[in-house]
């Protein structure tokens, strides 16, 4: 009986002893994102000399630069022009094919990088469950923007995103494991419906007449 | 006039627990001054650390991913000091309250002594697991950090301190019982 007695209390000792406080992380924006919603709303206050100020100085004109051989032609100076005239609108566009941009480039690396051979299911399946989360940092930022233009692109990038979250998630309980070899096809769509909506947008400036 | 004596009188607890209850206060505060003051040069070697281990973090070489997985990391590694600071704070003060409650009610030497040498030993090595898992997440990973300083430091110190103080509990409890 005494035994018994130790052993319960020994498994009631150990439950609240594995239970530590570690801390929590919630992920924070990244320099880009950040500008992105300060021109945003600085847009949406119809403060344009602010966001022009903004934009020329912050890390969103920096990495349209950097992509600048990913990106449309004349996507930069035709954003820099729309804030210039406080077309609201158009540089709303704009910030939408560039986010799309990246979210493209982000699915395009992922699926190389799924298609190399060697690691195991599960690197490969964190692998891409971290691409994922980057290609929904910045596609989740424009998907109103895309929704509002061409509703079919935003429902075929969620439910491809739907998809492919499935193939990543780790095992639990009487979940399925794993599957990252299902993980490409829904990337390459999300590359190719991205594509789609990009090339269908013009980024040459507008002429007004 | 007179004055009525106390029925129980506190007792101090043995000269070495308060000892380690004050060097516990004393490394919690080193710890977080160190923190602020180098701050920057513990940041750039855990990251640093990080970069050279890419596949422990599980690093792609795109910025747009590893950024992400550095940054929690990083505010990981940050939690870890933080959390050392605030627990070797409070457990000091901790060592010395029920310390001084066992040194008070428990009767029986042997009870006394072990209870005491489990709250002492428990409390000033628990909040030291969070520093080696700080210590260990540039090299190990998060999760993997995490377990060994579990298995290392917070089972056997917590269990410990969870142990003498259910113990302490009961015989409180026998105590009140008894009268």
Redesign the interface.
């Known amino acids: 009986m005494t035994r018994v007695m130790l052993a319960l ?1 020994a498994t009631l ?2 439950a ?3 239970a ?4 929590a ?1 919630v ?2 924006d ?1 320099a880009v994102t950040i500008n992105f919603k300060q021109v945003k709303f600085s847009v949406q206050a119809r403060k344009f000399d602010i966001a022009l100020r903004l934009f020329e100085t912050g890390a969103l004109r920096a990495e349209m630069r950097a992509h600048a051989a990913t990106l449309p032609a004349g996507l930069e100076d035709g954003t820099r022009a729309a804030l210039a005239a406080s077309d609201g609108p158009e540089v709303e566009r704009r910030l939408m094919i560039f986010f799309a941009a ?1 979210a493209r480039d ?1 699915a395009l ?1 992922a699926d190389r ?1 799924l298609a190399e051979a060697g690691g195991t299911a599960e ?1 490969r399946a ?2 891409g469950r ?2 994922l ?2 290609i929904w ?2 596609y989740n930022l424009v998907d109103f923007a895309v929704a509002t233009r061409d509703n079919k692109t935003s429902v075929a990038v969620r439910l491809a995103f739907d998809e492919a979250e499935t193939y990543v998630k780790p095992a639990t309980g009487a979940a399925a494991p794993a599957d990252p070899a299902r993980l490409r096809p829904p990337l390459q769509r999300i590359a190719q419906v991205l594509s789609t909506l990009i090339e269908a947008s013009p980024t040459h400036a507008r002429r007004d007449s | 006039m007179t004055v009525a004596a106390e029925p129980h009188p506190w007792r101090v607890p043995p000269r070495w627990v308060l000892l380690v209850a004050v060097l516990s206060i004393v490394c919690a505060e080193i710890g977080g001054a160190s923190m602020a003051r180098f701050k920057v040069e513990l940041t750039r070697w855990a990251r640093d650390a990080m970069l050279a281990r890419p596949a422990v973090h ?1 690093l ?1 070489g ?1 910025r ?2 590893d ?3 550095l ?2 990391a990083l ?2 590694f940050d ?2 000091l ?2 050392f600071h605030m627990h070797a704070e409070g457990m000091g003060l901790v060592i010395i309250a029920t310390t001084m409650v066992a040194a008070t009610v428990a009767r029986a030497g042997v009870a006394r002594r072990v209870i005491i040498a489990l709250l002492t030993t428990g409390g000033a090595g628990y909040p030291v ?1 969070y520093l080696v ?1 700080s210590a260990l997440i540039p090299a190990y990973g998060l999760e993997r950090a ?1 377990t060994i300083a ?1 298995w290392l430091v ?2 056997p110190f ?2 410990a301190t ?2 003498a103080l ?1 113990w302490l509990t009961g015989l409180l409890a026998l105590r009140m019982i008894g009268r």
Not at chain 1, 20 to 23: C, E, L, R, W
């Open positions: 209390l000792l150990a609240p002893a594995a530590h406080h570690v801390g992380y992920p924070k990244n990246l982000l690396e990088r690197s964190a692998t971290k691409f989360e980057a940092r910045y | 599980g792609v795109v747009d991913v950024e992400r997985i940054d929690e505010v990981k939690a870890g933080r959390l697991g898992w995490k579990e917070w089972i917590g269990s969870i142990v259910w």
